[in-house]
């Protein structure tokens, strides 16, 4: 590891991996592909919102109102170029990457799609890239087609050139595997999809909080991510789309705020941003997001890939020694920060239960993606998954928990 | 949660009492919970007084849900349909012998609720 990045010394921006599970039991936190833990640098700028000027947003003249207002849009700029959007009218907030999905399925889907159209899904998708589209397909009569996986954790991209012969309307597919953490070629796939004419959605909820994402050079059509995953707080999340898709999509959810004029019985759409956030928005949050953003900014992007190859590769290595451990999933090289695996003759709740004994904190489940699970004729997996606060300390405590767990079910 | 991995919880684990299928059975039921995919079956079979004179599980998934299982055969030997019945959520967690959070919760009580569905299911059959 270089001395640039000293995961021991950002650890200590987290208040909650400073923590105890209980007395003498110090936190090992292996879960941040459920959600990350937040630093100071974000807590601070939650707590500074809600103490010094909690107002709403747009329309309020007065001093509280214009501060909510400039904070919020500030964040949008920073997000904007966390992503290196073309435009910063094109960041929609959103609640998560789950909802920043359906809004895609329900209005750019309900106005472009009709009967027997076919859309493509992958094997391994977070069931939040799978249900919006299945619930469209039922009730517009769409062909659902769906990329596989391979043995080693890969999308089978030969199906998806035949599966694009067939021309389909949307392809969604997630950057990173949330479960496999196998990271698809998502710019050669985009540039197959616009060959074909249809829309590619990339799920970017695993991969924007780990990796430099730049949405132009990757000339995707729609990009969704979550700020609790990527140090930020839950409640906000971010739909990217190109200005022209989103501009002609009829509005998603009605309300203030996404209007230009009301009448009793019509109204006027509100530019972009705006026409999509409907309500009061998560305004803290938003801002929170914008934080957080700007705290890996000052790590860099490229390190905290750099970090999380190096700590995967390790936790690999070591995992490969216990036996009876088995992995799923590809090589180091084209996984991000997440092994997925199990343990013989131990469910994964038993394996997740046991390393809690010592503050080992994996999670144990399908992850939601059953489909992938099912796919390896498995129920469910236990998950380690890191971040920039992981250390190969933290990876040597699991594999001492996993070996407490063997003894304990020999 | 140290307490979770108790003894008693292994033994029954590793070695499970009433492991197995019977064929025929009078009552045979099995549920699952997708979420984590433990999975329980249960076969009894009752004498014309309702007393249970056989059982067996069968199925697959975590420590919690396989013994508790094993426990809740061991402990309806000889009991009535209607006994079974009035089993509670406190008496397998009694048999346990531990306190549990609500998503392992569900892993304990997946066999009493296989146990009680087919109990209740033979009463209607009876009935009719």
Known sequence: ?410 | MDDMYREVILDHYKNPRFKGELDPADISYQDDNPLCGDMIRIDLRVDDDGHVIECAFSGQGCAISQASASMLMEDIQGKTLEEIKEYSRDDILDMLGIELGPVRLKCAMLSLKVLKVGAYGVQEWVEE
């Not at chain 1, 069931?127 to 954790?153: C, E, K, R, Y």
């Not at chain 1, 509005?251 to 209007?259: A, K, N, Q, S, T």
């Not at chain 1, 990876?395 to 079910?409: A, E, N, P, Q, S």
């Open chain 1, 1 to 410: 590891m270089t001395e640039l990045f000293d995961a021991k010394r950002i650890k200590e921006d987290f208040p909650a991996l400073k923590r105890n599970v209980k007395e003498g039991v110090s936190l090992v936190y292996l879960d941040t592909t459920a959600t990350s833990q937040k630093p100071f640098e974000v807590l601070n700028v939650l707590a500074d919102y809600y103490s010094n000027y909690n107002a709403n947003v747009h329309r309020g003249i007065h001093t509280l109102a214009e501060e909510a207002t400039a904070a919020y849009e500030n964040a949008r700029r920073i997000i904007s170029e966390f992503i290196n959007a073309g435009n910063v009218n094109e960041i929609i907030y959103v609640r998560n990457t789950t909802e920043a999905i359906n809004l895609v399925a329900k209005t750019w889907g309900m106005k472009n799609l009709s009967e027997g159209d076919r859309i493509i899904l992958t094997e391994m998708e977070h069931h939040s890239n799978l249900v919006p589209w299945q619930m469209l397909a039922s009730s517009m009569g769409l062909n659902i087609d769906i990329i596989p996986v391979t043995d080693n954790g890969l999308l089978d991209l030969q199906v998806y050139d035949e599966l694009l012969d067939k021309e389909p309307k949307a392809v969604c597919v997630t950057h990173m595997s949330n479960v496999l953490g196998t990271l698809n070629p998502i710019k050669s796939m985009a540039a197959k999809a616009h060959e074909h004419g249809a829309m590619i959605l990339v799920d970017g909820a695993q991969s924007a909080p780990h990796m430099v994402v730049d949405v132009q050079d990757l000339d995707v059509d729609f990009f969704a991510f979550s700020a609790h995953k990527m140090c930020g707080p839950t409640g906000v999340g971010i739909l990217w789309g190109k200005y022209d898709l989103l501009d002609a999509m009829p509005p998603f959810l009605g309300g203030g705020d996404m209007i230009k004029r009301v009448y009793l019985r019509e109204f006027d759409t509100n530019d972009l941003p705006y026409k999509f956030e409907a309500g009061t928005p998560a305004i803290g949050e938003a801002i929170g997001m914008g934080a957080a953003v700007t705290y890996l900014n000052a790590i860099g992007m490229d390190n905290i890939w750099k970090h999380e190859q190096e700590i995967v590769a390790y936790a690999m290595n070591r995992l490969e020694e216990v036996p009876g451990i088995k992995m799923y999933g590809p090589d180091a090289e084209r996984r991000g920060g997440v092994v997925a695996f199990t343990l013989k003759g131990v469910h994964p709740h038993d394996i997740s239960q046991v390393l809690d004994i010592d503050g080992v904190a994996v999670r144990a489940g399908h992850h939601c993606a059953m489909p992938l699970h099912d796919r390896y004729d498995l129920v469910a997996t236990a998950r380690a998954s890191f971040y920039l606060y992981n250390t190969h300390d933290d990876v040597d405590k699991l594999i001492d928990g996993l070996y407490k767990v063997k003894t304990l079910f020999k």
